[in-house]
T-cell receptor, first 111, second 111 residues
Framework: ETGVTQTPRHLVMGMTNKKSLKCEQHLGHNAMYWYKQSAKKPLELMFVYNFKEQTENNSVPSRFSPECPNSSHLFLHLHTLQPEDSALYLC??????????FGPGTRLTVL | GDSVTQMEGPVTLSEEAFLTINCTYTATGYPSLFWYVQYPGEGLQLLLKATKADDKGSNKGFEATYRKETTSFHLEKGSVQVSDSAVYFCALSDNDYKLSFGAGTTVTVRA
């Protein structure tokens, strides 16, 4: 049990659908992250939130829209995705300067 | 900027063999260093960490020593098991909210 949960674990969606990924942590951490992990590619940091404020957006396309309503919850809203967006989306949380704790990921398939 | 370079895989070993995965880093400050492991179908888990020079992190039979003079943090295990088959990531944190990850090394242990 890592303390970081993600739902759903698997998601299949069409290119015209709108869906959301959810991440939750109850570790008392102040920072939360979204990563994209594609086959045969390095782990890509997408967004960083620190005390609910977005501090990093690594040139992520606008079809990915993050939301952090509080320090324990993080969402990734998806709309009009492309097949190349199919990947494992990982959420993580941490305290500043400390190790990140990862959730199990959401396996996303875009048809 | 900060970066991590780890040996490319894949690495295939027999059970009870000795495993080494090389990792070197570039950082402007005095980073903390981490090894994460990702088992098939799961998110990343922290395997071990070291926060200052000459520290040795250890867990589950794995060890890594923070070598400032060679800017390295090589992962070793003396006798691997089939259950050690996974992807291993070296990472550093320069006391901010971000981790810099290596590309990952896939390890397969055969019975």
């Amino acid at each position: 049990e890592t303390g970081v949960t993600q739902t759903p674990r698997h998601l299949v969606m069409g290119m015209t659908n709108k869906k959301s990924l959810k991440c939750e942590q109850h570790l008392g951490h102040n920072a939360m992250y979204w990563y994209k992990q594609s086959a045969k590619k390095p782990l890509e940091l997408m967004f960083v939130y620190n005390f609910k404020e977005q501090t990093e957006n690594n040139s992520v396309p606008s079809r990915f829209s993050p939301e952090c309503p509080n320090s324990s919850h993080l969402f990734l809203h998806l709309h009009t995705l492309q097949p190349e967006d199919s990947a494992l989306y990982l959420c993580a949380s941490s305290l500043q300067g400390s190790e990140q704790f990862f959730g199990p990921g959401t396996r996303l398939t875009v048809l | 900027g900060d970066s991590v370079t780890q040996m490319e895989g894949p690495v295939t070993l027999s059970e009870e063999a000795f495993l080494t995965i090389n990792c070197t880093y570039t950082a402007t400050g005095y980073p903390s260093l981490f090894w994460y492991v990702q088992y098939p179908g799961e998110g990343l888990q922290l395997l071990l960490k070291a926060t200052k020079a000459d520290d040795k992190g250890s867990n589950k039979g794995f060890e890594a020593t923070y070598r400032k003079e060679t800017t390295s943090f090589h992962l070793e295990k003396g006798s691997v098991q089939v259950s050690d088959s996974a992807v291993y990531f070296c990472a550093l944190s320069d006391n901010d909210y971000k981790l810099s990850f290596g590309a990952g090394t896939t390890v397969t242990v055969r019975a």
